[in-house]
């Protein structure tokens, strides 16, 4: 049986929790002293390997939103591959948030640019709008073990009733069909631990819709944002769990800027263990509970 | 009334066709004289500049799909910047093809990075599978008038079918609603053509459903690709078109890569106008028959 990156994720799970840190790391959140005698990009990958350093091991992987680093245009995006860089070295898992969607030359473009070279992840978020030959040209990486996808399904914004929520003539909403084709596109690449290499996105909202979802797609692995600064508790992400396993929950700014609300900035790598540490415990304990 | 980028689009299609040249600039496509003593960043350039030069008097933009230059890393995307800066010297109108789609604050990350600085362009495309709050946070540089996007409508490859064409209980497909609800939101975004700010990608597919869209959609400036190589034809493309305006249609492997028919690497620029020209007189010709 093949070992896959999937397994890799599920065991630091197991070991570490379920907390993601969001690495959407915007110039103004780091401190004046982190940016001091640096420039802009320089300063956004030291406060990166700050964060890093500080919660490695209280965390079961990294989720860095590229967005964030394309908008400081060539110097972010050097900035991006350092992050990635440093993670790597660490033997991190990273994510990186690109939700890209695209077919056919394009499709194997995106996947030769996130999955070698200068921008190598682990795992890349996919957008799954123009249908399944959007996904399909990452599976030779997944099959062979090493990577992994998130598509997007259901998310917890407003927007989310626009496309996801709409009720098919399938009497199936648009996101339960996209779960559908996924599940069976993943039927090749089922992990020892018995998730997919190829999970979901789904964000986190009211308590029968998490219970229901993650027992309609058991082997589904989800990447689940919204914790904290989005509104999201630990006794709503319990449900989007099996015993604790089967997801990740992100949290970005709520991670990242928890020195703001200490008021310590020159603590903020301190601040953010302790913010991932006290996310991970309520997490555990909301799923104890539930 | 403001005059926005919609209509300087629409000026150079009357003047100058419908063409979109399609800059998916593989390494593999620069002939090896270009490639000799260059790096791949730089031999990619040098061939963009020669394209550029050799057809921007008879096309109407340059469609330039990011993830080719992605796929190179950092090095791929200095090429990319390049690129664009060169059409931005020579008020050639750019689309960015990046299709990113995405939220809040992450959205208005990628408005940043795409409508200014380092990869700054006209266009750019979007995909609305997260729903509208995924296109609303570009409104306020498409209201200034400078900027311009395309919202994934209807794309014309098979996995189109699994989410786009969707029956939906409002007895509308996906596309549809999603063409309904970028039709409302660009109300305050009309340019003086008549065309809005906010248009669709449209692929070409069969004969009444392309009168069909055209009628339905009359205000929306669509973004065609599929011509040529991906077999659609100058006749298919005219229904899209409202007396040869109203769309721009997309040529990326056919115009780059007329050389190759050719056998005539030397003279692969000269080979690209030909074709582009061979393609903005076809459907010329077929908007006069239609």
Known sequence: MTSYIIDKLYDRVEKRGVVCVGLDTALDYVPEHIKNGRTPGEAIFEFNKQIIDSTYDVAACFKVQIAYYEALGIEGLVAYKNTLDYLREKDEIIIADIKRGDIAATAK???????????????ITLSPYMGMDSIEPYLPYLEKGNKGVFSLVRTSNPGAEDIEYLDTTENKKVFEIVADKITEMAKNCVGECGYTAIGGVIGCTHVEEGKKIRANYNNMFFLIPGYGAQGGTAEDVALYLNNGNGGVVNSSRGILLAYKKANKPEEFALCAREEAIKMRDAIRKAVKEA
């Open 109 to 123: 473009m995106y996947a030769k640019a996130h999955f070698e070279g200068d921008f190598e992840a682990d795992f």
